[in-house]
């Protein structure tokens, strides 16, 4: 497993809202930085053993496919910041995919990749600014 990639998740409004600044005082603050996480597994499994890792990563598929959301609920330790993690499995060409195998030195392997959002708590963000 590596992490891949992080890009700032720009579907989320990252307008300016006002809020308290200091005390007593409302001001214009910045909203929060939503984070995408790209997360890449892959089965570094060689010749009697490529089965194996073909069995590896397809686990790695099963487990988010059923486990697509993470709350405090199912991951009690989860940021109180962080309301949820979702895992999305996400398509990577082959070209991009062969270029991010090569700068991590390997060369192709079975692999799934994966979008991690996290979904902040407004309530617990706002008594933090």
Same mark, same amino acid.
């Given at each position: 497993?590596?992490? +891949? &990639?992080?890009?700032?998740?720009?579907? *989320?409004? /990252? !307008?300016?809202?006002?809020?308290? #600044?200091? =005390?007593?005082?409302?001001?214009?603050?910045?909203?929060?930085?939503?984070?995408?996480?790209?997360?890449?597994?892959? +089965? &570094?499994?060689?010749?009697?053993?490529? *089965?194996? /890792? !073909?069995?590896?990563?397809?686990? #790695?598929? =099963?487990?988010?496919?059923?486990?697509?959301?993470?709350?405090?609920?199912?991951?009690?330790?989860?940021?109180?910041?962080?309301?949820?993690?979702?895992?999305?499995?996400?398509?990577?060409?082959?070209?991009?995919?062969?270029?991010?195998?090569?700068?991590?030195?390997?060369?192709?392997?079975?692999?799934?990749?994966?979008?991690?959002?996290?979904?902040?708590?407004?309530?617990?963000?706002?008594?933090?600014?």
């Amino acid at each position: 497993m590596v992490l +891949a &990639n992080m890009r700032s998740e720009t579907s *989320i409004s /990252g !307008l300016p809202q006002s809020g308290p #600044v200091e =005390a007593g005082r409302v001001g214009v603050v910045a909203p929060p930085l939503y984070v995408d996480l790209f997360v890449l597994f892959y +089965a &570094n499994f060689a010749d009697r053993n490529y *089965i194996e /890792g !073909l069995t590896m990563i397809s686990r #790695v598929i =099963a487990f988010f496919q059923q486990n697509p959301v993470f709350t405090r609920d199912n991951l009690p330790d989860l940021d109180p910041v962080i309301d949820k993690l979702r895992f999305e499995f996400t398509n990577l060409d082959l070209g991009s995919l062969n270029h991010l195998m090569g700068n991590l030195g390997v060369k192709y392997l079975p692999s799934a990749y994966y979008k991690v959002s996290m979904i902040r708590s407004k309530a617990i963000w706002d008594s933090v600014r």
